[in-house]
């Protein structure tokens, strides 16, 4: 069975600081990992995914995240955020097996202050 | 764009009552998903469904069922509603085991 745990369930930040949301992972086959944001009333969107390649991933809008298979970890940066940031970000994984579902971690509420 | 719409952006219920909860997507994903999004307890499955006419439970079934009549339609069913069955629910769908697509979300409140 796979687990995720997002430490933080609320990170208050400054504008144009950096930010980093932590996520780990437990799974005992390979994985496929995500990143999804949720603005204030609507849905999930993809941010970012590793699937397999470069480890270091990277979104549109200048978030980027890590794989670390050791620490089983894929925690999500961003070196200076912006107000338009605001958000519930949810780390989620999948096994590469075909027809798994995916789990969600709880969530982290990003707060960017101005 | 995929799109995945749902039926109702905001529901109000009573105790008792039977409640659809309608969902489409229009980029031929044969998996559906329906979640449901409480806070502090992030996203839990209720059920999914790899194609037409099949479904699986997820996490947390119990006072839920599914109907997937066609590819492109997964209807949430609450038998009997209650009011520990007020939430946000979420439906999406995707491709093999990738990026899953969401609706905006039904928020339901059951008096």
């Known amino acids: 069975a796979q687990s995720v745990t997002q430490l933080d369930s609320q990170v208050p930040v400054f504008e144009e600081a950096p930010v980093e949301l932590r996520c780990n992972y437990s799974s005992s086959v390979s994985v496929y990992l995500f990143w999804y944001v949720q603005y204030p009333n609507q849905g999930l969107q993809l941010l970012l995914k590793y699937l397999s390649g470069s480890t270091l991933v990277e979104s549109i809008n200048g978030f980027e995240a890590e794989f670390n298979k050791s620490q089983t970890s894929f925690h999500l940066r961003k070196p200076s955020v912006h107000i338009s940031d605001t958000a519930e970000y949810f780390c989620?994984?999948?096994?590469?097996?075909?027809?798994?579902?995916?789990?969600f971690g709880p969530g982290t509420s990003l707060s960017v202050i101005p | 764009d995929v799109k995945v719409t749902q039926s109702s952006r905001y529901l109000v219920k009573r105790t008792g009552e039977k409640v659809f909860l309608e969902c489409v997507q229009d980029?031929?994903?044969?998996?559906m998903f329906w979640y449901r999004q409480d806070p502090g307890l992030g996203l839990r499955l209720i059920y999914f469904?790899?194609?037409?006419?099949?479904?699986e439970k997820g996490d947390i079934p119990e006072g839920y069922s599914v109907s997937r009549e066609k590819k492109e339609r997964f209807s949430l069913i609450l038998e009997s509603a209650s009011t520990n069955q007020t939430s946000m629910y979420l439906c999406?769908?995707?491709?093999?085991?990738?990026?899953?697509?969401f609706g905006p979300g039904t928020r339901l409140t059951v008096l």
């Open positions: 999406a769908s995707r491709v093999e085991n990738n990026e899953q697509f």
């Open positions: 469904s790899y194609d037409v006419k099949m479904k």
């Open positions: 980029m031929d994903h044969e998996n």
């Open positions: 989620a994984v999948t096994s590469k097996t075909s027809y798994d579902t995916v789990i």
